[in-house]
């Protein structure tokens, strides 16, 4: 499957925050790098149609955001940083249970898909837990299980484990090398951009960088020192 | 206040289909509307208790579902004294009390998805009138998560105006805590969008 970002030019208000970015995404595992306000948060958003530029297109696996976003949406999920924020439902179950709705499966089933996706997640013990009293690394499992259940082709995450201890950060990134789901990785962990095969830096809203962790990384560097 | 709060249970309120609950819940409320009577408010007291304890609800849980009210029962209280006569204020004190811990009741022994389920169907022929039931329910259940996110909120705000020693500005406390609420409805609006709800 691939992502065609091609000429996406977009503002808010009067702040422009993506410049002519062209990039054509195939890797399994995508990290981007950049500065408060150098434009990756909203890169992310344009992915499965949050954002739609106003100038240019994005296509995923085909399908144009403008025009065919809740299929895109779809497939490709997403995971924000304040997981509070993507939490729905009162509990952990239901919360899970929730992105199954469109596809109207029966009780039965969806209980069962339930159960196996917090076993996966190390949720289960917390199954009719109020969701808001989870710790925030269970949160954003809670998050990433919700997504990672209605089975997305591609997960965009847009800096997960900003607001979470090493503990907690190490097991979400640790998941994240385990799925099986292409992933583009929107982080300031410069460890955890390490693992992924490409890694864009943005830079005042261009891609200033595009290649290998080790080389994305010192160029990061050498932008903000 | 509706904390959001199911509590799993085994018992037969958690049992029983949470559509036989919402139509309870509207019944015994137009009952308790028409039980003027200080014995007949007895009496609903009594079955009000009776049926936490067929819910296996601990003691602490079913407080919290009044305990919101401890500000507004005084007033409501003083204020029906002031014009009317003490019997039936205590009556209609008593029975608002009996109303909110029923309605506690039902949000502590039904699944959030249960309740959806039931008002969907419940509210299906509105359909032929131009309502989605399903964005109603949707609505209903965002409204009871919201309630722990916003309280969340109020506490961070007032922990920020301590530190910097506001406590009495009515404004400090305000102002942020709008400004948060409404960024949160603005991420959760995002949220729901990107888990394909507004498709």
């Known amino acids: ?32 790098i950049g500065a408060n306000g150098s434009g990756k948060s909203t890169f992310a958003r344009l992915l499965n149609g949050l954002v739609v530029p106003q100038h240019g297109s994005v296509r995923v696996d085909g399908l144009d955001t403008r025009s065919d976003g809740a299929e895109v949406r779809r497939r490709v999920g997403f995971v924000f940083t304040d997981p509070d924020a993507q939490i729905v439902m009162p ?86 090398s385990r799925i099986s789901q292409r992933v583009i990785l929107v982080t300031h962990d410069l460890e955890a951009v390490q693992r992924m095969d490409r890694v864009l830096v943005f830079d005042q809203g261009r891609i200033a960088h595009d290649g290998p962790p080790p080389d994305a990384v010192a160029h990061y560097r050498s932008l903000v020192e | 206040m509706i904390t ?31 039980a003027r009577e200080p014995w007949s408010v007895g009496v609903a007291a009594a079955g009000v208790a009776a049926m936490y304890a067929l819910a296996r609800v601990r003691p602490a849980a079913a407080w919290a579902q009044v305990r919101p009210l401890r500000w507004f029962v005084p007033v409501l209280l003083v204020v029906q004294l002031l014009i009317t006569d003490a019997g039936s204020a205590v009556s209609l004190t008593a029975r608002i009390v ?18 959806m389920g039931a008002l969907e169907r419940g509210m299906s022929p509105l359909r032929r009138v131009g309502v989605d039931p399903r964005r109603v329910s949707l609505l209903l259940s965002l409204a009871i998560r919201s309630v722990p996110v916003v309280a969340g909120i109020a506490g961070r705000v007032r922990d920020a105006q301590r530190a910097r020693g506001r406590e009495r500005s009515i404004r400090a406390f305000a102002v942020p805590l709008v400004v948060g609420v409404l960024r949160q409805a603005d991420a959760l609006g995002e949220a729901l969008q990107a888990r394909g709800l507004d498709d």
């Open chain 1, 91 to 176: 509990t952990v179950a239901e919360d899970v249970a929730f992105g199954l709705r469109p596809q109207r499966l029966s009780k039965p089933d969806t209980r069962q898909v339930v159960d196996e996706a917090l076993s996966d997640f190390g949720l289960s013990s917390h199954r009719d837990h109020p969701a808001h009293l989870l710790s925030g690394g269970q949160k954003q499992l809670l998050a990433l299980c919700s997504v990672l259940v209605t089975e997305p082709k591609v997960l965009v995450c847009d800096e997960p484990t900003t607001l979470l201890d090493l503990r907690n950060t190490r097991r979400v990134l640790d998941l994240l």
């Open chain 2, 98 to 115: 009996l109303a909110v811990a029923l309605a506690g009741l039902v949000t502590l022994t039904t699944r959030m998805s249960e309740l």
């Open chain 2, 4 to 34: 959001g709060a199911y509590v799993a249970g085994t018992s037969p309120l958690h049992r029983a289909p949470a559509g036989g609950k919402l139509a309870g819940l509207a019944l015994a409320c137009t009952a308790l509307l028409l």
């Open chain 1, 1 to 32: 499957m691939t992502i065609e970002v091609c000429g996406v030019r977009h503002s808010f208000e009067s702040r422009t925050v993506l410049r002519d970015v062209d990039v054509t995404l195939t890797e399994h595992r995508v990290g981007v």
